[in-house]
């Protein structure tokens, strides 16, 4: 399998992507999968899952009796997925490779990318080659589902202000994505604060610990985001690191052709509730292979 590159700014937040959005998107996608694409898929069949991260989704789907592989371009998220694996007692092979060059021993019954992962395809025609691969990596009737955020959703609420974050006793994070409509390029950018000093029972720390435990409310978000923003003057002993991952925002007509040009059959557009698509949902697609 060829590597093109080892993505290792991937890896700088593989340990809290793992504690933190792993999961939770493991489980929202997992319900999306269950209502839209395992209806048409049998037992046992292969299901291989396309920047899988920290592998809770492909875990979650091993368990339920499918065979599933996972392609992930970060070693370090790959290390976690494999922990993930082990600790919940699933077989599930995990593979590094390049969404744009990865192969497979044998033709799989399904390809699923979830996530928005081919948002952080940069072109076009690297979007394409990823097409082409999953076509070529499928059985003849074989299906590709997969989510992108695309260009209205966007253009509409990518506007450069923290939009998701948490504190907890040990580590901070937020996420702040923005959206250059004219480009249609973007960034996700990444906030993280870690404690090192794990031992810190210091009064005023199991007091901020304590706000922080407050401050998990759904009603208090607007203040949370605010000390996150600030996060640094609240515990400037805490190492802190931010990351800028490049994204695309890839309008749906630009997928349905380059679909179209790698060999899949028309796409389904689909959203989570069945309703039409507008700037406010992610679309979802679904394509079948006509080998």
């Not at 004219?182 to 993280?192: A, R, Y």
């Not at 996060?231 to 990351?243: C, D, H, I, L």
């Not at 959203?271 to 406010?280: C, R, W």
């Amino acid at each position: 399998m060829t590597v093109e590159s080892s993505y290792t700014e991937y890896d700088t937040w593989a340990w809290l992507y793992d504690l933190t959005m792993g999961s939770t998107y493991g489980t929202t996608q997992l319900k999306t999968i269950e209502k839209i694409l395992l209806p048409i898929l049998s037992k046992p069949c292969h299901i291989l899952d396309l920047c899988c991260g920290t592998g809770q989704l492909a875990v979650s789907l091993s368990l339920k009796g499918y065979k599933v592989t996972g392609i992930d371009n970060s070693v370090q998220m790959l290390q976690y997925a494999r922990k993930n694996s082990r600790h919940q007692g699933s077989i599930t092979n995990f593979v590094l490779g390049d969404a744009r060059n990865f192969s497979t021993n044998n033709p799989v019954d399904a390809v699923i990318s979830t996530s928005a992962s081919l948002n952080h395809i940069m072109s076009l025609e690297d979007l394409k080659k990823v097409f082409l691969r999953v076509n070529e990596s499928l059985v003849g009737g074989g299906v590709f589902f997969f989510d992108v955020n695309h260009h209205g959703q966007m253009q509409k609420w990518w506007s450069g202000n923290l939009a998701e974050g948490e504190i907890k006793p040990n580590y901070a994070w937020g996420i702040v994505p923005s959206y250059n409509s004219e480009s249609k390029t973007g960034t996700f950018k990444v906030l993280t604060h870690h404690n090192t000093s794990i031992h810190d029972t210091s009064l005023s720390q199991n007091l901020k610990n304590i706000l922080y435990k407050i401050l998990g409310l759904q009603r208090l978000t607007g203040l949370r985001f605010r000390i996150i923003e600030n996060f640094q003057a609240w515990q400037p002993s805490w190492n802190y690191g931010e990351v800028d991952y490049p994204v695309r925002g890839h309008s749906i007509e630009e997928i349905q052709l380059l679909l179209a040009e790698a060999g899949f059959s028309e796409a389904s557009v689909l959203t989570v509730d069945g309703t039409e698509l507008n700037s406010d949902r992610s679309a979802y697609f679904l394509a079948y292979n006509t080998n």
